[in-house]
């Protein structure tokens, strides 16, 4: 009975130290990300301009100023910030190809879900940043003003964009090996999010009408993110160290 | 041909034939929709066939996770490739049936939109089998086609959310059906999941084929 307390205590021990060192290397990561792209703001950079310039070609397609734009602006906010993530997360592998990071990355005994959580928590703040300086421009150009709760925007905001970036940086890494890498992404990216863009469309649409309770989509995004980030989790080192 | 598959072929052709017999002169004509339902004989029959040579892939994938045997992920590309060949005739079959009868080529309901999703997944499945490089690509074709497997789900539930068109099944819902047009229905069922699975074997084998020729290649080469 002592010896079962005693090693599970071990266990527990080792465990507490694991997950220390994993956040350590997460966040060892993530900083070295992030003063890379602070140094060079290349994803910020194109993703801003290239959002801009979805949110200007739409404003051409549809009338923005019609009384029921809040129809479709959810749809073209989301449309516009799915084209833009793709443009990061295609670029969130490429500095570690150079002079072979990836590979050293794969001989290193740092677990590859360090790496993982670490890419996703970065695309996310870069998408984050994206969105929140985005939307005061789609507050001006489509003339926007919620009927429903602004918080529940933000929740949908946050879920939507994990569950866009968590996908993305797995498929992501999953093209590097392919030819014309960048086209793929959002070959395989854009089928399996369906159901997650319906769901951020719909609630968001939901939440600028008033019309409808965005419950359901807010839990149906909620579910798929805590499954494909288990999915991505459980499956990345298979990815990682494919040969 | 080997007499294994000769076989095969001389069991599906025949059983085909006598399907294709029994939907279009045994059946009788249904009361509303006429001779247009008769389609139904040949639409669901592929529709479980596509399903399950999808559910094969599945498996066939895990499979190759586990064990990195060439065999399985051949399996899995053959099972993908004449998977997504029945989906894509459920998807023209659907319309033909749905333009007379409902009066629209399509509608965004669950079961059709579920269907179109599944579809454009695994042909995006097949695209990442051809960009792939080299030895990867089963890898990463069966990582996706587990994302694929938890997808179709969600994607089910969140189109069921608005609203659905597609008739309920018609076996343990309350349709009643013409004894002739079951029996009908299950021989073209069992006849074309035969016809699928013969189509899997051939597919399988030349895949087999080409992987241990690749195999003697690169041997060849390294000597």
Redesign the interface.
Known sequence: MNGTTGNSTNGNGANGNNFGQLLNLVRASLVKDLRLEWRSKDAINSMLFFALLVVVIFSFSFDPTAEDSRHIAGGILWVAFLFAAVVALNQTWAREMRNQVLDAFRVSPAPPLALFLSKVLANFLFVGILESLMAPLFVVFYNLNSVGPVYQLLITGVLGTWALVV?GTFFAA?SL????REV?LP??L???S??AV??MVQATTAVLTGEASPR?WMT?LG??DV??TL?CVL?FE??LQ?? | MKPKMAIFVGVAIPLLVNGTYQALVVAPTEQTMGDVQRIFYYHVPNAWSGAFLLFINLCASVWY?ITRNAAADALAVAAAEVGVVFATIVLVTGPIWARPVWGIWWTWDARLTSTL?LW??Y??YL??RR???G??TP??AA??A???F??VP??Y???W?FRTQHPSPVFGGNGSLDPQMKTAFFMNLFSFTVYALLLLNLRYGLERKRQIFEESQAAALSL
């Open positions: 996908n999953m090996r392919t030819r014309s793929m070959l395989i854009f089928p399996i369906i159901p319906l769901a359901f149906l579910v798929y499954v494909f999915v499956l298979t990815v494919a040969e | 996770l999703v454009l997944i042909v995006s695209i990442l960009f792939a490089a030895g990867q890898i990463l990582v996706l587990i994302f694929a938890v997808d969600i994607v539930l969140s189109i959310f």
